[in-house]
């Protein structure tokens, strides 16, 4: 157990709505990544937030976003959700920011678009 | 792409031998990591190699990195079952961008 959780573990959805992701990191973790797992496109590395602020951006979409709260939890929200964003959706933290520290994932979320 | 590319793409050894896998990027980077993932499980990190370091290990694993060639290697030792898994490398560049590679799936036969 990497002590970083996610709900919902399984997300079943249609085409067009909207979602969204929660992820808890480690105690004492101030860093939370996003990433996205799918057949076609591999481990997509999608945002990272440091203390509530955004640090770095991969490929995210615009229909994506992100936050992290004060208290360090974060959310992903997608939404006009489409076919091809089935996926699995892994959430990550760290003590520091992303140069020098490993990441410890949680479960992850399954999401099923029909 | 600034993917790395991993190789092999699936790699079966008996238990007890060693597994290499190798993986290659495209730009400068800070550091490679390597994790491994149990099928549909989240992954775990099992090392983290500077862009100053060559080599390094960790138990039964040795990494080295070839920064000229832009290319890195992760060595299991004595393998083991329950080593069967994929296993990436990732990359943070100097652009602070993270990228993972296409992993390799190993299967280790008991």
């Known amino acids: 157990d990497s002590g970083v959780t996610q709900t919902p573990k399984h997300l079943i959805t249609a085409t067009g709505q909207r979602v969204t992701l929660r992820c808890s990191p480690r105690?004492?973790?101030?860093?939370v990544y996003w990433y996205q797992q799918s057949l076609d496109q591999g481990l997509q590395f999608l945002i990272q937030?440091?203390?509530?602020?955004?640090?770095a951006k991969g490929n995210i979409l615009e229909r994506f976003s992100a936050q992290q709260f004060p208290d360090l939890h974060s959310e992903l929200n997608l939404s006009s959700l489409e076919l091809g964003d089935s996926a699995l959706y892994f959430c990550?933290?760290?003590?520091?920011?992303?140069?020098?520290?490993?990441?410890?994932f949680g479960p992850g979320t399954r999401l099923t678009v029909l | 792409s600034q993917q790395g590319e991993e190789d092999p793409q699936a790699l079966s050894i008996q238990e007890g031998e060693n597994a290499t896998m190798n993986c290659s990027y495209k730009?400068?980077?800070?550091?490679l990591q390597w994790y491994r993932q149990n099928s549909g499980r989240g992954l775990v990190h099992l090392i983290l190699?500077?862009?100053?370091?060559r080599e390094k290990h960790s138990g039964r694993l040795r990494v080295t990195l070839d920064t000229s060639k832009k290319s890195s290697s992760l060595l299991i030792t004595a393998s083991r079952a329950a080593d069967t898994a994929s296993y990436f490398c990732?990359?943070?560049?100097?652009?602070?961008?993270?990228?993972f590679g296409t992993g390799t799936s190993l299967t280790v036969i008991p």
């Open positions: 730009t400068s980077i800070n550091n």
């Open positions: 990732a990359t943070l560049n100097t652009g602070n961008q993270f990228y």
């Open positions: 937030y440091y203390n509530g602020e955004e640090r």
């Open positions: 190699i500077r862009s100053n370091e």
């Open positions: 990550a933290s760290s003590v520091g920011t992303i140069s020098y520290n490993e990441q410890f």
């Open positions: 105690s004492g973790d101030l860093s």
